[in-house]
T-cell receptor, first 111, second 114 residues
Framework: DAKTTQPPSMDCAEGRAANLPCNHS???????VYWYRQIHSQGPQYIIH???NNETNEMASLIITEDRKSSTLILPHATLRDTAVYYC????????????FGQGTTLQVKP | DGGITQSPKYLFRKEGQNVTLSCEQN?????MYWYRQDPGQGLRLIYY???????QKGDIAEGYSVSREKKESFPLTVTSAQKNPTAFYLC?????????????FGDGTRLSIL
């Protein structure tokens, strides 16, 4: 299973872009990268996922390097409500479809 | 609104008692999952179901049971055999027919022992 590595914590000023990095150097060719976030005492919220091309939706952008060994989640204009733990996940390649959440990055958005 | 509803939000269990956690989804998803989250830790898969009337054990199924009689419902029973049931329980669902489709989660049930 591809393992992901994320910094344990990051700060971002409100209104600025938050760039959250993730390393997944052992990712296989057909494994997708998913990003979720979890606010305390709530269920994880799906943000975005991608395979090799950059992706954008109403919440964020996902930039995947050409060699697919790392990716960056970009929140273009962070707000205080974006303070959460952000998880970068490479999906387990078995028939369960289970997600393995690591320790994630705690993003603190400051006024 | 479409989504996943878990109830109750908080649940207390007495010693030797079975309790059932509800999970309902109106997303028309085929696959449903139950995870357990302990403080400061990641999620661990308890059971999953990829289609109605079928389910499989996950990594930590001992002391738990499930049923999948309806597409929209996947209740989890925490039995008295589960010796350390205090945790945050999360239900998720996904379309299921395409491996890369994301899972969507409910807001969880926090179970505590009296």
């Amino acid at each position: 299973d591809a393992k992901t590595t994320q910094p344990p914590s990051m700060d971002c000023a409100e209104g600025r872009a938050a760039n959250l990095p993730c390393n997944h150097s052992t990712i296989s060719g057909n494994e997708y990268v998913y990003w979720y976030r979890q606010i305390h005492s709530q269920g994880p919220q799906y943000i975005i996922h991608g395979l090799k091309n950059n992706e954008t939706n109403e919440m964020a952008s996902l930039i995947i390097t050409e060699d697919r060994k790392s990716s960056t989640l970009i929140l273009p204009h962070a707000t205080l409500r974006d303070t959460a733990v952000y998880y970068c996940i490479v999906r387990v390649r078995d028939n369960t479809g289970k997600l393995i959440f690591g320790q994630g990055t705690t993003l603190q958005v400051k006024p | 609104d479409g989504g996943i509803t878990q109830s109750p939000k908080y649940l207390f269990r007495k010693e030797g008692q079975n309790v059932t956690l509800s999970c309902e989804q109106n997303l028309n998803h085929d696959a449903m999952y139950w995870y357990r989250q302990d403080p400061g830790q990641g999620l661990r898969l308890i059971y999953y179901s990829q289609i109605v009337n079928d389910f499989q054990k996950g990594d930590i199924a001992e002391g738990y049971s499930v049923s999948r009689e309806k597409k929209e419902s996947f209740p989890l029973t925490v039995t008295s055999a589960q010796k350390n049931p205090t945790a945050f329980y999360l239900c998720a669902s996904s379309i299921g027919d395409r491996e890369h489709q994301p899972q969507h989660f409910g807001d969880g049930t926090r179970l505590s022992i009296l």
